[in-house]
C-alpha cells in the first residue's frame, strides 16, 4: 500500500482515507480471491467477533460454510465451549442447518428463530426422527400464532434426496424444476439439512472453511487468567481449528505469560491474541508464540474505552503500523472493530490485514445468539451489548461470591444493552456476507488486483477530509 500524493500527520480512521482507482486488467468480480494467508483457511477475510451477543454455534457454522471464521467467546463455560464447537462440527457443509421442529410446536414457537422472510423456512420432525413436513418462513408470518405447525403442513412433503444432489448448481436446478424456494433435504428419510434458491446459489460462488477432515473449521477464546493450559487443550480435544487468547489489553504481563502457557502445550494450533494497536505489542506478542495479532482498542460500536479512558487509537492507522510490524515478524493481523460498510473491511484489508473482525454489524442477523424479538412497530431486532459492558461482566463471571460479582461490576464500562434491528432486506449474516465481499471483490477490481497479496500491494490509499467523506455517501431523498 502507498499513500496518494500525500503522507499523513496524524493517526487515520477509516473514514479519513479512500482507495484511488489504479489501471486494472481485472475484468470481473469473480476473478478475484479473497483467500486469507494467515493459517485459518479461510477463503474469505472475514472473522466474527467473540462477543457473546455475535458469535454462537449457528452462525459459526454459517460463516464457516461460506469460507469465513468466527470465534466463539470466552464467556462461555468450558462444557457448553466443549458442546459448541462439537455441534458445529458436525453440521453439513453442502446444505444448511435445519431448523427442526416437533409438529406440536406453534408459530409464535417457530418465529422465535427466523423471522417472516423468504428463503427462510423450518422443517418438522416426528417423535421418531422422521421427516413430518417444512413451512417456509413467510407461511409462518400469515398463521396465527397458537397455530399448530403440523397443521400447517399442507398436500405433498416437498423435499430435496441428497443423493440427487451432486453439486450446488445441480441443487438450483431441481429446485427451479420443482418450483420450490426452500425445502428439506433428505437422506433416507432423515433431515440432513435445508435449501434455497440462494443458498443454492451462494455454494456455486463460496469456498467452505473445512478442515483437513472435511468438516466445518471454528475458533474459539480463552482468557488470560485461570488455568488457561487447561482450558486450551479441553478445546483443543474438542476439535477447536485455532485459539484466541483475548484481553482488552493485550500488551500486558498477563497476556505474554497465557501465550507461552498455550504455546507450551505444543497443539499444533494458531494462536492469535490481542487486543494491541502498536508494532511493539506485535513483536511481544509474537516473540510469546501468537501468529495472529487482534488489532484495535476502543473502535467498536459497542465499546466505550476511549470515552471513559481516553485510551485506543484510531484503526486505519493501528491497522497499517501493526500490519507492516506483523510481515516482518512472519505473523499476520486481524483488525478489530470499526467496521460499519463494506468500504471499510476494503481500507482494512489494503492497511495490510488478513482479516477484518466483525462484531455488531453481525449481531442482528438471523444466526447471531439470542431470541428473535419484536417490537411495537412489528420491527425485528435482538439484544447486543459490549464485552466489558454490566451485562458480560455478570455473564463472565457468574461463579463468583455476590461479593466478588459486585466489586468488578462496579467498573463495567460499554453498553449492556442496544436493540440491533435485523435489515428486512438482508436478516441473515449470508446476506451481510454477500454485500461485504462484493464491495471488497469490486475494490480488487479497481486496484487491478486478483489476490489479497496484490492487493496490498497495490493500493493506493488517500486522505480525505470531512465533507470528502460525505460526499461518497448516497443522498437518502429524492431529487
Same mark, same amino acid.
Given at each position: 500500500?502507498?499513500?496518494?500524493?500525500? $503522507?499523513?500527520?496524524?493517526?487515520?480512521?477509516?473514514?479519513?482515507v479512500f482507495l484511488v482507482p489504479s489501471r486494472s486488467?481485472?475484468?470481473?468480480?469473480?476473478?478475484? /480471491? =479473497?483467500?486469507?494467508?494467515?493459517?485459518?483457511?479461510?477463503?474469505? @477475510?472475514?472473522?466474527?467477533?467473540?462477543?457473546?451477543?455475535?458469535?454462537?454455534?449457528?452462525?459459526?457454522?454459517?460463516?464457516?460454510?461460506?469460507?469465513?471464521?468466527?470465534?466463539? @467467546?470466552?464467556?462461555?463455560?468450558?462444557?457448553?465451549?466443549?458442546? #459448541?464447537?462439537?455441534?458445529?462440527? /458436525?453440521q453439513p457443509v453442502a446444505y444448511d442447518t435445519p431448523?427442526?421442529?416437533?409438529?406440536?410446536?406453534?408459530?409464535?414457537?417457530?418465529?422465535?428463530?427466523?423471522?417472516?422472510?423468504?428463503?427462510?423456512?423450518?422443517?418438522?420432525?416426528?417423535?421418531? !426422527?422422521?421427516?413430518? !413436513? %417444512?413451512?417456509?418462513?413467510?407461511?409462518?408470518?400469515? +398463521?396465527?400464532?397458537?397455530?399448530?405447525?403440523?397443521?400447517?403442513?399442507?398436500?405433498?412433503?416437498?423435499?430435496?434426496?441428497?443423493?440427487?444432489?451432486?453439486?450446488?448448481?445441480?441443487?438450483?436446478?431441481?429446485?427451479?424444476?420443482?418450483?420450490?424456494?426452500?425445502?428439506?433435504? &433428505?437422506?433416507?428419510? *432423515?433431515?440432513?439439512?435445508?435449501?434455497?434458491?440462494?443458498?443454492?446459489?451462494?455454494?456455486?460462488?463460496?469456498?467452505?472453511?473445512?478442515?483437513?477432515?472435511?468438516?466445518?473449521?471454528?475458533?474459539?477464546?480463552?482468557?488470560?487468567?485461570?488455568?488457561?493450559?487447561?482450558?486450551?487443550? $479441553?478445546?483443543?480435544?474438542?476439535?477447536?481449528?485455532?485459539?484466541?487468547?483475548?484481553?482488552?489489553?493485550?500488551?500486558?504481563?498477563?497476556?505474554?505469560?497465557?501465550? *507461552?502457557?498455550?504455546?507450551?502445550?505444543? &497443539?499444533?494450533?494458531?494462536?492469535?491474541?490481542?487486543?494491541?494497536?502498536?508494532?511493539?505489542?506485535?513483536?511481544?506478542?509474537?516473540?510469546?508464540?501468537?501468529?495472529? =495479532?487482534?488489532?484495535?482498542?476502543?473502535?467498536?460500536?459497542? %465499546?466505550?474505552? *476511549?470515552?471513559?479512558?481516553?485510551?485506543?487509537?484510531?484503526?486505519?492507522?493501528?491497522v497499517l503500523e501493526t500490519a507492516e510490524a506483523a510481515?516482518?515478524?512472519?505473523?499476520?493481523?486481524?483488525?478489530?472493530?470499526?467496521?460499519?460498510?463494506?468500504?471499510?473491511?476494503?481500507?482494512?484489508?489494503?492497511?495490510?490485514?488478513?482479516?477484518?473482525?466483525?462484531?455488531?454489524?453481525?449481531?442482528?442477523?438471523?444466526?447471531?445468539?439470542?431470541? &428473535?424479538?419484536?417490537?411495537? +412497530?412489528?420491527?425485528?431486532?435482538?439484544?447486543?451489548?459490549?464485552?466489558?459492558?454490566?451485562?458480560?461482566?455478570?455473564?463472565?463471571?457468574?461463579?463468583?461470591?455476590?461479593?466478588?460479582?459486585?466489586?468488578?461490576?462496579?467498573?463495567?464500562?460499554?453498553?449492556?444493552?442496544?436493540?440491533?434491528? =435485523?435489515?428486512?432486506?438482508?436478516?441473515?449474516?449470508?446476506?451481510?456476507?454477500?454485500?461485504?465481499?462484493?464491495?471488497?471483490?469490486?475494490?480488487?477490481?479497481? #486496484?487491478?488486483?486478483?489476490? &489479497?497479496?496484490?492487493?496490498?500491494?497495490?493500493?493506493?490509499?488517500?486522505?480525505?477530509?470531512?465533507?470528502?467523506?460525505?460526499?461518497?455517501?448516497?443522498? @437518502?431523498?429524492?431529487?
Open positions: 500500500m502507498e499513500f496518494y500524493r500525500t $503522507a499523513p500527520t496524524h493517526d487515520l480512521t477509516y473514514s479519513d486488467g481485472v475484468t470481473s468480480r469473480l476473478d478475484v /480471491s =479473497l483467500a486469507t494467508d494467515d493459517g485459518s483457511g479461510a477463503s474469505v @477475510p472475514i472473522v466474527s467477533a467473540n462477543m457473546n451477543s455475535v458469535t454462537g454455534p449457528r452462525l459459526a457454522a454459517t460463516l464457516a460454510r461460506r469460507g469465513g471464521l468466527s470465534v466463539l @467467546p470466552q464467556d462461555l463455560h468450558l462444557q457448553e465451549l466443549d458442546q #459448541a464447537i462439537r455441534w458445529v462440527k /458436525s431448523h427442526v421442529f416437533s409438529p406440536d410446536a406453534t408459530a409464535a414457537d417457530a418465529l422465535l428463530v427466523p423471522p417472516a422472510a423468504a428463503g427462510h423456512g423450518v422443517v418438522l420432525e416426528d417423535a421418531d !426422527g422422521g421427516f413430518a !413436513g %417444512c413451512i417456509p418462513a413467510e407461511r409462518l408470518g400469515t +398463521a396465527l400464532p397458537d397455530a399448530r405447525l403440523g397443521d400447517l403442513v399442507h398436500g405433498d412433503l416437498a423435499s430435496i434426496d441428497a443423493d440427487e444432489v451432486d453439486s450446488p448448481r445441480r441443487a438450483f436446478d431441481l429446485m427451479v424444476d420443482a418450483g420450490l424456494e426452500f425445502a428439506p433435504v &433428505l437422506r433416507h428419510g *432423515r433431515i440432513v439439512g435445508t435449501l434455497s434458491r440462494r443458498s443454492a446459489l451462494r455454494g456455486t460462488i463460496y469456498a467452505p472453511n473445512v478442515d483437513r477432515d472435511g468438516r466445518l473449521r471454528v475458533a474459539a477464546a480463552v482468557g488470560i487468567n485461570g488455568d488457561v493450559a487447561a482450558k486450551a487443550k $479441553a478445546l483443543a480435544d474438542a476439535g477447536v481449528d485455532l485459539l484466541v487468547v483475548d484481553t482488552a489489553h493485550g500488551h500486558q504481563e498477563g497476556m505474554l505469560r497465557a501465550i *507461552r502457557a498455550v504455546r507450551e502445550l505444543g &497443539l499444533d494450533l494458531p494462536i492469535a491474541a490481542g487486543n494491541i494497536v502498536t508494532a511493539d505489542g506485535v513483536a511481544d506478542l509474537v516473540d510469546a508464540g501468537a501468529s495472529v =495479532l487482534k488489532v484495535g482498542v476502543g473502535p467498536g460500536a459497542m %465499546c466505550t474505552t *476511549r470515552m471513559m479512558t481516553a485510551v485506543g487509537r484510531p484503526q486505519f492507522s493501528a510481515r516482518e515478524h512472519g505473523a499476520h493481523v486481524w483488525a478489530d472493530g470499526g467496521v460499519r460498510y463494506p468500504r471499510d473491511v476494503a481500507l482494512a484489508l489494503a492497511a495490510g490485514a488478513s482479516a477484518v473482525m466483525i462484531g455488531s454489524w453481525f449481531a442482528g442477523t438471523i444466526e447471531a445468539p439470542g431470541t &428473535l424479538r419484536v417490537d411495537d +412497530a412489528g420491527r425485528a431486532f435482538k439484544e447486543s451489548w459490549g464485552m466489558a459492558s454490566t451485562k458480560a461482566v455478570r455473564e463472565r463471571f457468574d461463579r463468583l461470591s455476590p461479593y466478588e460479582l459486585a466489586r468488578r461490576e462496579l467498573f463495567a464500562e460499554g453498553i449492556s444493552s442496544s436493540s440491533i434491528y =435485523l435489515d428486512p432486506l438482508r436478516p441473515s449474516v449470508e446476506d451481510l456476507l454477500d454485500m461485504i465481499t462484493s464491495g471488497v471483490r469490486s475494490s480488487f477490481t479497481y #486496484a487491478g488486483a486478483r489476490s &489479497l497479496a496484490e492487493f496490498r500491494d497495490r493500493a493506493r490509499v488517500g486522505i480525505q477530509s470531512a465533507a470528502g467523506y460525505e460526499e461518497g455517501k448516497a443522498l @437518502p431523498v429524492s431529487w
